[in-house]
């Protein structure tokens, strides 16, 4: 059978459920569900297998109910993250239906070239009847080429919302390896946790100007893992407040990390954190690969 790889971007307004759907997709926990910062980057949610087909699920972030003219342009830049990909998958809370935030959505989805599946969220706590008018509402707003009833907490109708993603995918060479797939994620998902305890740790004095490299991941006989990392920033001063005082920031990063992560790769991680002055981290192809996206020529 032919082989069939592509992107998915996931969309919706916070708290529909994103998160959750993504990790019943894939099979596991791989996606970050906690708060995390507003930046344009898109990122690697998780990549789930149906059959033949390797199902690369992004995140579309920075969606928000824009007010101001500089709001609205944030949040076309944070739509380009959704540019490549094979497919948008809107997720929707259904008890909550149209409110202000999903109604932007749906105006900015409505011309967009790639085709465009709904997934309503959390039947498991809505009642039936208004479930229909409601997906009838929604595709009155935008065209929708399938809408989904799903319960990401159940699983109820995710297996079918799999397979129509997978058709969806063009024929071409997987983007990841079989057997590398758990490992990628890991590796991915690790350094998203560091990323997200300098956002959490360091918000206001290091506004997306750092990256987190992996250098090394294995895992141990004793089943712990071991990872390297390496924090990159662009200038000396950022450096120095990464580290801190006497390096007091870089350990709470680093041992709240460790401990996040070992919490979500379920095993024992030793965690290994350098920061590193690059001044064009963001010219550097590894860098990308390593934080799952594609290098833009
Ligand atoms: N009852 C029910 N609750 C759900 C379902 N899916 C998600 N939830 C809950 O809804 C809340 C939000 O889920 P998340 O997956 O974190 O939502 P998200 O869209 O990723 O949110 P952001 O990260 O804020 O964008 C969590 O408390 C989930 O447990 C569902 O199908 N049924």
């Not at 307004?13 to 344009?40: C, D, E, M, R, Y």
């Not at 259904?94 to 900015?108: E, Q, W, Y």
């Not at 990841?176 to 758990?182: A, F, L, Q, R, W």
């Not at 590796?187 to 206001?204: D, V």
């Amino acid at each position: 059978m032919t082989r069939k790889c592509g992107f998915i971007a996931v969309v919706g307004a916070p708290n529909a459920g994103k998160s959750t759907l993504v990790n019943a997709l894939v099979g596991q926990k791989v996606a970050i569900t906690s708060a995390k910062a507003q930046t344009t980057r898109t990122r690697l949610m998780g990549i789930a297998i149906e059959g033949e087909a390797q199902i690369v699920l992004i995140d579309t972030p920075g969606i928000f109910t824009p007010a101001r003219r500089l709001d609205r342009a944030m949040v076309a830049a944070a739509w380009s993250g959704a540019e490549d990909a094979d497919a948008i998958l809107l997720t929707v809370d259904a008890k909550k239906g149209i409110d202000a935030k999903v109604s932007t959505i749906l105006d900015a989805l409505k011309d967009r070239k790639e085709p465009l599946l709904l997934a309503l969220n959390k039947v498991d706590i809505s009642k039936k009847e208004p479930l229909l008018v409601l997906a009838q509402q929604i595709n009155e707003r935008a065209p929708f080429r399938e809408i989904h009833f799903i319960s990401a907490e159940t699983g109820d109708g995710v297996p079918e919302l799999k397979s129509a993603l997978a058709a969806m995918l063009p024929e071409g060479d997987w983007h990841y390896p079989e057997d590398e797939v758990s490992d990628v994620s890991e590796r991915l998902l690790s350094a998203e946790i560091t990323r997200e305890q300098i956002y959490r740790q360091l918000h206001a004095e290091l506004p997306y100007d750092s990256t987190v490299e992996t250098e090394k991941f294995t895992s141990r006989r004793d089943g712990s893992v071991e990872i390297h990392q390496q924090i990159l920033v662009a200038r000396d001063t950022q450096r120095a407040i990464v580290l801190g005082k006497g390096g007091a920031r870089i350990r709470a990063i680093g041992s709240a990390a460790r401990e996040e992560i070992g919490k979500q790769l379920g095993r024992k991680c030793h965690l290994f954190l350098h920061v590193k002055v690059k001044a064009d981290w963001d010219e550097d192809r590894s860098v990308y690969r390593d934080m799952g996206l594609d290098w833009v020529d």
